[in-house]
C-alpha cells in the first residue's frame, strides 16, 4: 500500500476527519464554550481566599499522627510566642514586670487561646515551690499583680527564686535575664489568623514604650503577616495586566493580535477560578504564583497561534483555510504541551500536603482547559472573525532572538559544540545541584525577608535564648499510671541525657525533672536527692505533693496526660533549619533504636512541637521530590515517544529536560535555597511548562524538513520562525509573573516567581540551541525520514 495513501494512516486520519467536523461547525462549537464560559462565571463569588494550617500538614505522616494527637494536651506547632524586651537593666523591676504581666494577660484573652498551655514567668502556672518548717509542700506565683509595687529587696528576692528555678530561668527568662517571653498554644479549629494578629499588632502598639521592645514570632502571626498582603496581590495582578497588555501591542501593533490573546486568558481564568469553586476549595495566598503562570500559559499559546495564523494568511489568501492550517499545525504539539503542564501539576499531589494536593487536582483541571479555551477557541474564532486588512507582522527586537540562534547553530559543526558546552554546564550543574538543602537553610521563615519584622524578631528571641523552637518527644507506656514506673522514667532520664549532647540544644523540660526536682525539695534542697526513687509509689507520691502545692488545677499537665500512661518530652532549639531538624530527628531515633525493648511497655514516639511538624514536612517534600520529577520525566517521555512514535523524540525531550531541570537545582545551591513544601511544586510545574518550548521547536523543524527536505535550512528556518514565537511566549511568561519577584513582600512568592523565571529561560535555550543542535547531530529518522500524505498530514 502507498504510505502516502489516507488509507494506510487509519488511526491519524480518524483524528483529521474530527478537525474537519470541527471546522464545520465553528459557530456552535463556540456557543458552546460560551456557555460553559458563563456556568464557571456564575461560580466564582463563592471562591474565597484563605489559608488553613492543617493543609500544610502531610496528614499521612506518622508525626503529624502524633501531632494531631498530643496538640490539644501539650501543645502543637501553632504557638505565639511574645519576647519582653528590657534595653536597659533586666526584666526585675516593677515597670518591666508590670508590662510583662499586661501582655500576659493579653495573650492569654486572644482568640482560641489554650488557657492551660500559656507560659510566662508572671502567669500564675509560673510557681516558686517550698517547704515550710512544718514539713509541708507550699507554692506561689512568682510575681502577684495586686501586691503593688515591689520595694528592692523583694526584686531581689524574686531574680534569686528565678534564678534557682530551670523551668522559668532559661526557657520563660533570657539568660541575661534582659528579655521574658510569654507563650501560648492556640487550637487550630479555634484559629483566627486575622483577628489574632490585629489583637498581637493591638497590643504590640499599646505595650510599645521607650526603653522597651516588643518581638513576636510564631505559625500564627506568620500567616497574619501573609494575610496583610492581599491587597498587594490586586496591586501585582493590575501591574501584570498591563505589562502583558504593552508586550501585546508592542509586538503585533494589530487588534487581533491584542484581543484575540487577551481574550483567550479571560476565558481560561473564569474556567480554572470556575473549577476551583466547583471543588469546594480555597485559594490560598502563598499559592497564587502558580495560577498567574497558568494564566499566562493560556496567553503564551494564544500568542503561538495568532503569530502562526498571520505567518499563513501569507500563503493562503483565503483566511478561513489560514485559521484551518494554524489549528492543523499546532493544535497537536500545543496538546502535547499542555499535557505536560498538567502532568507536571497533577503529579504535585503525590505523598504531598493537602495544600498542593488541591492545587494539583484544580491547576492540572486548569490547564488541560486550555486544550478547549485556546487552542481549539482561537483558530475556531479567526476563522469566522473577518480577514485582518494588513497581514504584514513588522519586525521588532523580539524577533532578533531567533535570528541570533539560528546563526549560532548554523550547521553540525557549531551544534556539536554547542552540545559539549551544555554536557560542560550539565556537570557543573550536578556538583552545584549536591548543595540543595531539605528544608529552610537560614534562620526564621523563607516566606518573608530576613529583614521583615517577623523574622528580626525571631532572630532576636533566637538570640537571647538557649531555644525557643520546641521539638515533642512523647513517651507512652502499656497500663495506667506507668509513666510513675522508676524503670520508665531513668529511662526518659537517659534520653534527655542523650538529647542534650547535641550543643544547638537549648535545655529540656519533662517529668524526669520535675519528681527529681520535688524529691530533692522534700529532703531539705540537698542536691544528692535529686534523685528518681526506686518505687513507683513514692514517685506517685512526689507527683500528688507538686499538684496539691498548686492551687491552679491541672498543674502537672504540661508532663503527663490525666492516666499518667503518657508523657511529653520537651526539647528546646534555636532555629528550625534543615541541618537542625535532622541532626535532632537523628539523634532522637539514635537512642530509640539502641534502647527499643529494654523496658517494658515504654513505647517512645517522635515527634511533635514545631521541630516534629517541620520535620515532617521537610521528610514529605523529599519524598514528593523524589517521586514526582522521574514520574515527570517518564511520562513527558513516553507520551512525546508515542505521539511521534519515535525514540530519538523522546530522548530528545528527556535530554532538554535533564539540562534545564539540573541547572535550576544548580541555581538553588547556588542561592541557598531549599527543597521544601513551597518549592518542589514550582520544580515540577516548571519542568511540564518548559518542555513546551522544545516540543514546539522539534515539530516546526519536522514539517520545515518535509518541506524544504535540507536539514540544515530546515532547522535555520524552524528556529527563525518557532525561535521567535518561543523567545516571546518566554518574555511573556516572565511578564505574567516578574512582579511577584518586583512588588511582593512576601519573598517566597518572590522568590517562587523568580525560580520559575530561572527554568523559562533554562528551557527557552534548551529548545531554541539544545534540540536544533541535537538533530543537526544525531539526524533522527523521524525527523529526516518524515513525509506528507495526500491530506498533508506528516508521518515519520
Not at 523567545?727 to 511578564?735: Q, R, V
Request: proline share 4%; with cysteine; net charge negative.
Amino acid at each position: 500500500m502507498d504510505k502516502q495513501s489516507t488509507k494506510a494512516h487509519k488511526a491519524t486520519h480518524f483524528l483529521h476527519n474530527l478537525d474537519e467536523i470541527v471546522f464545520s461547525y465553528p459557530k456552535l462549537i463556540l456557543s458552546c464554550i460560551l456557555l460553559v464560559t458563563l456556568f464557571f462565571a456564575y461560580q466564582i463569588p463563592s471562591v474565597k481566599m484563605y489559608s488553613d494550617f492543617a493543609d500544610l500538614l502531610p496528614q499521612e505522616h506518622t508525626y503529624i499522627e502524633l501531632h494531631n494527637e498530643i496538640k490539644e494536651s501539650f501543645g502543637g506547632a501553632n504557638v505565639v510566642i511574645v519576647g519582653v524586651e528590657v534595653e536597659d537593666g533586666d526584666i526585675f523591676s516593677n515597670a518591666a514586670l508590670e508590662k510583662i504581666h499586661r501582655v500576659t494577660q493579653a495573650v492569654d484573652s486572644l482568640p482560641g487561646v489554650n488557657h492551660n498551655l500559656v507560659a510566662s514567668v508572671t502567669h500564675r502556672n509560673s510557681r516558686k515551690v517550698w517547704m515550710t518548717p512544718e514539713g509541708n509542700v507550699n507554692s506561689e506565683s512568682y510575681y502577684d499583680p495586686q501586691g503593688g509595687e515591689m520595694n528592692v529587696e523583694a526584686l531581689s528576692v524574686l531574680r534569686s527564686d528565678v534564678l534557682a528555678d530551670p523551668r522559668v530561668y532559661g526557657p520563660l527568662v533570657s539568660p541575661d535575664m534582659k528579655m521574658a517571653l510569654v507563650k501560648a498554644q492556640l487550637n487550630e479549629g479555634q484559629l483566627d489568623y486575622v483577628k489574632t494578629f490585629n489583637e498581637i499588632q493591638s497590643l504590640r502598639d499599646a505595650e510599645n514604650a521607650e526603653g522597651f521592645k516588643i518581638h513576636v514570632t510564631g505559625q500564627p502571626m506568620l500567616v497574619g503577616w501573609a494575610y496583610q498582603y492581599l491587597d498587594q496581590i490586586i496591586e501585582i495582578f493590575l501591574f501584570t495586566a498591563l505589562i502583558m497588555v504593552s508586550l501585546l501591542i508592542f509586538y503585533f501593533r494589530k487588534a487581533y493580535g491584542v484581543l484575540i490573546p487577551l481574550a483567550a486568558v479571560i476565558v481560561s481564568s473564569i474556567w480554572g477560578i470556575g473549577i476551583i469553586s466547583l471543588f469546594g476549595y480555597n485559594l490560598d495566598p502563598l499559592g497564587l504564583v502558580i495560577p498567574f503562570l497558568i494564566s499566562a500559559r493560556a496567553m503564551s499559546h494564544g500568542i503561538q497561534i495568532v503569530e502562526r495564523y498571520y505567518q499563513e494568511l501569507n500563503d493562503h489568501s483565503d483566511h478561513h483555510v489560514a485559521a484551518r492550517s494554524t489549528f492543523e499545525n499546532l493544535f497537536r504539539p500545543g496538546s502535547l504541551g499542555v499535557v505536560s503542564d498538567a502532568i507536571g501539576l497533577l503529579l504535585i499531589a503525590i505523598g504531598s500536603i493537602p495544600l498542593n494536593t488541591k492545587l494539583a487536582h484544580y491547576a492540572s483541571l486548569w490547564a488541560l482547559c486550555i486544550i478547549i479555551t485556546v487552542l481549539l477557541a482561537v483558530p475556531l474564532l479567526l476563522s469566522i472573525l473577518p480577514k485582518p486588512k494588513n497581514t504584514e507582522v513588522k519586525h521588532n527586537i523580539f524577533r532578533n532572538v531567533g535570528f541570533a540562534c539560528a546563526e549560532i547553530i548554523s550547521d553540525k559543526r557549531s551544534a556539536k559544540n554547542a552540545l559539549w558546552i551544555a554536557a560542560f554546564f550539565l556537570v557543573g550543574g550536578w556538583y552545584f545541584s549536591s548543595k540543595v538543602v531539605i528544608g529552610e537553610s537560614e534562620p526564621g521563615s523563607p516566606i518573608l525577608y530576613q529583614d521583615h519584622d517577623y523574622n528580626v524578631s525571631s532572630k532576636a528571641i533566637n538570640d537571647s535564648f538557649p531555644g525557643s523552637e520546641e521539638l515533642y518527644i512523647v513517651a507512652e507506656t502499656s497500663e495506667k499510671g506507668g509513666i510513675k514506673r522508676p524503670e520508665v522514667l531513668k529511662a526518659l532520664s537517659e534520653l534527655e541525657n542523650h538529647m542534650m549532647l547535641d550543643p544547638e540544644v537549648g535545655g529540656a523540660k519533662g517529668i524526669p525533672d520535675l519528681v527529681k526536682q520535688v524529691n530533692r525539695l522534700l529532703h531539705n534542697d540537698d542536691p544528692r536527692w535529686a534523685q528518681i526513687p526506686a518505687d513507683s509509689r513514692y514517685v506517685g507520691g512526689l507527683m500528688f505533693t507538686y499538684m496539691m502545692s498548686s492551687p491552679i488545677p491541672g498543674a502537672l499537665n504540661e508532663f503527663v496526660d490525666t492516666d499518667e500512661r503518657i508523657a511529653n518530652l520537651v526539647f528546646y532549639y534555636k532555629d528550625h533549619q534543615g541541618e537542625t531538624i535532622r541532626r535532632a530527628i537523628h539523634t532522637a531515633k539514635e537512642w530509640i533504636s539502641a534502647n527499643e525493648g529494654k523496658v517494658e511497655g515504654l513505647t517512645i514516639r517522635l515527634a511533635g512541637g514545631t521541630i516534629g511538624v517541620t520535620a515532617a514536612m521537610n521528610e514529605a517534600a523529599y519524598e514528593t521530590n523524589l517521586w514526582v520529577l522521574p514520574l515527570v520525566f517518564i511520562l513527558i517521555f513516553v507520551m512525546v515517544m508515542f505521539f511521534y512514535q519515535s525514540l530519538a523524540a523522546g530522548t530528545m525531550m528527556f535530554m532538554a529536560m535533564l539540562f534545564a531541570t539540573t541547572l535550576t537545582y544548580a541555581y538553588m545551591g547556588v542561592t541557598q535555597m531549599g527543597i521544601n513544601i513551597n518549592t518542589v511544586p514550582i520544580i515540577a510545574v516548571g519542568v511540564g511548562v518548559g518542555i513546551d518550548y522544545s516540543i514546539y521547536m522539534m515539530d516546526r523543524i519536522r514539517s520545515e524538513m518535509v518541506k524544504l527536505q535540507d536539514l540544515n535550512v530546515a532547522v535555520r528556518e524552524a528556529i527563525r520562525t518557532t525561535g521567535l514565537a518561543i523567545s516571546f511566549t518566554a518574555i511573556t511568561l516572565m511578564a505574567g509573573i516578574v512582579m511577584w519577584v518586583l512588588l511582593s513582600d512576601l519573598r517566597f512568592q518572590s522568590d517562587a516567581a523568580l525560580l520559575l523565571m530561572v527554568m523559562v529561560v533554562l528551557n527557552g535555550a534548551a529548545a531554541m540551541l539544545l534540540v536544533p543542535s541535537w538533530v543537526l547531530v544525531f539526524k533522527p529518522k523521524f525527523i529526516c525520514k518524515a513525509y506528507q500524505d495526500e491530506d498533508g498530514v506528516l508521518h515519520s
